[in-house]
C-alpha cells in the first residue's frame, strides 16, 4: 500500500510538471530585461545540465558586453578575460523584476592586473576640486574592496606645488586665530592631521602678541576679572597651564603659609583674603596687639605684612611714621 502511495505521487508530480512545468518549477520571477522569454524555460537552462554557458552568450554576445551599460566612458569589455569561468558565478535570476544580476560585490581579482588597474575604463573619473590635482594612479589612495580607505588620505601622493597649496582643496578657517596668521599652514599643521596643532606665537607681530584676547577668550573666573590684561606677566605661549603668578609681589608664600589658595581667598574669591583663622589670628588679638603698637587701621594686612616673617614689617604712614621696612625685636613688645 505505501509503495503504491509513492509510485501515485511521482506519477503525479511528473504529470503537473509535464502539463504546469512553469508554475511548478520557476524559483521566482524573472527580471525585466528576460521577460521576452516567456515560459520557455529551456531558452536558458538545459535539461539535467543545469545553466550553461552557450545559452547565456547566445544571446549576450561576450565582445559586447557592457557596451549599453557602462558609463560614459569607453566600454573596458573585461568579459572576454573570463571564459574559464561560468557566467552563474556571478550572476543569479529570478529574483525579480528590478533585481540586480550581479551576485554581491564583483571581484576584481578575477580581472588581468591591467585591467585591473585601468580603473576610469570602467568607472567615472572623479571631477571635484581633490580628484582634478591627483594623477591617475587611483591605488594610491582606494582599493578594490572599497572606495573610501579606513586609514585617510595620504598627502604623499600629491605634487609638491599641490601640497603647498591647502586652500586649493581645503576652505580656510574663518576664526580670528586664521584671519591673523599667514597662508603658510604647514607652519602649524601637518598632512596627517589637523589636530593637534604646534601654532607658533614667533609668528605674530609684537602688537598681535601683546593682544591675546584677539584669539583667546578671557577666562571669567574670579581671579582673572580682578586681573589686568597682561597676560604675559602669568602665562608663556608655549602653554597656558602652569602659570608662573608671583605671588610674592603681594605675599611671599614660605614657611608655613605655602598653603593652599582656599586657605586664604576664602570659596576662590581671589579678589579678597583673610589671615583669620589660622593659628593666633583672631579678631581679637589682632586688635589688641596692633592697638599697643599704635596702629588702628589693621584690615589690609598686606599693607604691612609681606611674608609670613613676624619680623618683616612695612610701616604705614599712619600716626607721622614715616613708610618703609622695619624689623620688629624683642623690646618692641
Not at 46 to 75: E, N, Y
Not at 192 to 202: E, I, L, M, V, Y
Not at 284 to 302: L, P
Amino acid at each position: 500500500m505505501r509503495t503504491a502511495i509513492i509510485l501515485g505521487s511521482v506519477v503525479l508530480f511528473i504529470g503537473l510538471v509535464a502539463l504546469f512545468p512553469h508554475s511548478m518549477l520557476e524559483p521566482g520571477e524573472l527580471v525585466e530585461a528576460h521577460q521576452r522569454t516567456g515560459n520557455d524555460c529551456f531558452s536558458c537552462h538545459q535539461p539535467f545540465g543545469g545553466l550553461p554557458d552557450a545559452k547565456c552568450i547566445a544571446c549576450h554576445v561576450v565582445a559586447d558586453i557592457g557596451k549599453d551599460t557602462l558609463l560614459d566612458q569607453p566600454p573596458l569589455l573585461f568579459h572576454v578575460e573570463l571564459g574559464a569561468m561560468a557566467c552563474v558565478e556571478c550572476h543569479s535570476e529570478h529574483q525579480g523584476r528590478n533585481a540586480d544580476l550581479t551576485k554581491g560585490e564583483f571581484d576584481h581579482e578575477l580581472m588581468s592586473v591591467s585591467i585591473m588597474t585601468d580603473c576610469i575604463r570602467c568607472h567615472e573619473d572623479p571631477s571635484d576640486k581633490l580628484h582634478e590635482r591627483l594623477p591617475d594612479n587611483c591605488v594610491a589612495c582606494h582599493d578594490t574592496r572599497s572606495w573610501e580607505r579606513a586609514q585617510g588620505f595620504d598627502h604623499a601622493v600629491l605634487p609638491a606645488a599641490t601640497k603647498a597649496d591647502c586652500a586649493g582643496c581645503h576652505e580656510r578657517p574663518a576664526d580670528a586665530v586664521h584671519d591673523r596668521a599667514p597662508d603658510d599652514c604647514a607652519k602649524c599643521h601637518s598632512t596627517t592631521a589637523w589636530k593637534p596643532a604646534s601654532f607658533d606665537h614667533g609668528l605674530l607681530t609684537t602688537a598681535e602678541k601683546n593682544a591675546c584676547a584677539g584669539c583667546h577668550a578671557p577666562p571669567t573666573d574670579v581671579f582673572h576679572k580682578g586681573t589686568r590684561e597682561n597676560c604675559s606677566s602669568c602665562h608663556g605661549t608655549n602653554t597656558w597651564v602652569p602659570s608662573t603668578f608671583d605671588h610674592s609681589g603681594y605675599f611671599r608664600l614660605d614657611g608655613d603659609h605655602n598653603a593652599k589658595c582656599i586657605t586664604c581667598h576664602l570659596s576662590n574669591n581671589y579678589n579678597a583674603y583673610s589671615c583669620y583663622g589660622c593659628h593666633e589670628h583672631s579678631v581679637a588679638n589682632i586688635q589688641q596687639e596692633h592697638r599697643e603698637e599704635g596702629i588702628s587701621n589693621f584690615t589690609d594686612c598686606v599693607r604691612c605684612h609681606r611674608s609670613g616673617d613676624e619680623d618683616d614689617i612695612r610701616n604705614s604712614t599712619e600716626g607721622g611714621r614715616s613708610g618703609g621696612v622695619r624689623k620688629r625685636n624683642d623690646d618692641d613688645d
